[in-house]
């Protein structure tokens, strides 16, 4: 292997030791390789919620646009602070 290795140590309940002993057997590759296997195929399957993410950047999206009405042709710098992003806006502004 081209990549390097780092040694871990786990615990493993006895039935999974068990199960760990008959897979790496049963495909003829070490232990290791069983778990490395694994954990590879886990890491693949892991999705990112593109719906999620693309409505979380739509919603950015439209604060800066609120922002960029809200303030322009005032043709000065908008100062702003952190908590004012955290308060709700007073009805009538």
Known sequence: MSEMMTRKQLYLPKRLNQFLKRAAKQR????AEVIRQLLER??????????ESAAGWDEIL????ERQTA???QGKPV???RQELYEEPEKGK
């Open 42 to 51: 886990d890491e693949k399957a892991v999705t990112y919620p593109v719906r």
């Open 28 to 31: 003829g590759v070490s232990e």
């Open 79 to 81: 100062k702003w602070n």
């Open 71 to 73: 303030y322009a042709g």
């Open 62 to 65: 439209r604060f800066v646009k």
